[in-house]
């Protein structure tokens, strides 16, 4: 699997084998689209306003810390947001479930604890996102909905939609699954209503930059630690994530000298993936740290991270929103 996943960013031949099947995944999806926009395959609407984050292609873009930033300016302007999202990797055995930051991550799923930390928004996650916002909005005072990473779930109807890029990796190849990392075609961009580049190396009307706070213990959150401070320190750093190569880089920009663990997206960690057994600290991504908790040590930390967008996006959406038809 990552040997295919490193062949939609560099140059590979087998991008010419699997080329039939991307152009048939192409062709179903987008057709799935369209008939869900004639009204062939029924769509749900909301009694609430519905914005999508969502990305273009698999793995991470860095949907989450644009969910956090979303739910706070909306609060700040006087909205009850709630967020909806497939609770991926968690494995519950009914659903909808509500989210709160004591979840257990094997049920609901790593991401949406976080979201939930750090939004201090009601949470509901399912595999149909209909049913998610439907138990939400019967529990909880919201009268909007942020739905995480639901660009390509149509059975819910949307009143904006916000794509995330990864400015490092952008669209590799540019092929749909399983030749390339998209989803759908680069065509889609056009009928999106904001795109949101995560990184700078692309110039983008708007940018999302995410800054690195003080690491937190995770035997002690009162124990925290400036990245300055492991300055120079060999460490042992992992990372479980959709781009694991930003969060080393992010690392090794403070001058600190890793021992780098790439795991896969959502990896399900155990006590032996992190038995090193030299008493190096070990540095890890919340979302980590999250499922590496019944099992910490007083060596291990978490960084968490805030993020920021440029080009006023609060308002832009403020407005667009203001424009909208009433709901209900």
């Not at 909005?137 to 942020?146: H, K, R």
């Not at 009143?159 to 890029?165: A, K, R, S």
């Not at 904001?194 to 690195?212: A, K």
């Not at 925290?224 to 300055?231: C, G, I, N, Q, V």
């Amino acid at each position: 699997m990552k040997c295919l996943i490193n062949s939609w960013y560099q140059s590979h031949p087998i991008r010419w084998l699997l080329w039939p099947l991307s152009v048939l995944y192409c062709a179903i999806t987008s057709l799935r689209r369209s008939l869900y926009q004639v009204g062939i395959f029924k769509q749900y609407t909301l009694n609430v306003p519905v914005i999508i984050v969502g990305n273009l292609s698999v793995g991470g873009t860095g949907k989450t810390p644009c969910v956090i930033w979303l739910a706070k300016q909306l609060k700040q302007a006087g909205f009850r947001p709630g967020i909806i999202s497939r609770g991926y990797g968690g494995k519950a055995e009914h659903y909808p479930q509500n989210v709160t930051p004591q979840s257990d991550p094997t049920i609901v799923g790593d991401e949406p604890i976080i979201i939930s930390r750090h939004s201090k928004c009601p949470m509901m996650i399912a595999p149909k996102r209909v049913d998610a916002a439907k138990q939400l909005l019967e529990q909880f005072d919201c009268n909007i909905i942020i739905a995480d990473d639901g660009l390509q779930h149509y059975a819910l109807d949307r009143d904006i939609e916000v794509v995330i890029v990864d400015s490092q990796r952008l669209f590799g190849n540019k092929y749909c699954l399983p030749a390339g990392p998209l989803r759908e075609p680069l065509s889609r961009l056009k009928s999106v209503d904001f795109i949101v580049h995560n990184g700078s190396e692309t110039p983008s009307e708007f940018t999302m930059t995410t800054t690195q706070c003080q690491a937190i213990n995770l035997t002690d959150p009162t124990l925290k630690r400036e990245l300055s401070s492991f300055h120079s320190q060999t460490v042992h750093s992992i990372a479980g994530i959709g781009n694991p190569k930003r969060f080393f880089k992010q690392l090794t920009e403070q001058g600190i000298t890793l021992i780098p663990h790439e795991f896969p997206d959502h990896h399900p960690y155990s006590e032996a993936d992190l038995e090193f057994n030299d008493g190096l600290e070990i540095l890890m991504t919340e979302k980590d740290a999250v499922k590496c908790q019944l099992f910490a040590n007083k060596n291990m930390w978490y960084i968490p991270i805030k993020a920021t967008i440029s080009g006023k996006l609060d308002q832009h959406l403020l407005n667009k929103i203001a424009g909208l038809p009433p709901h209900g």
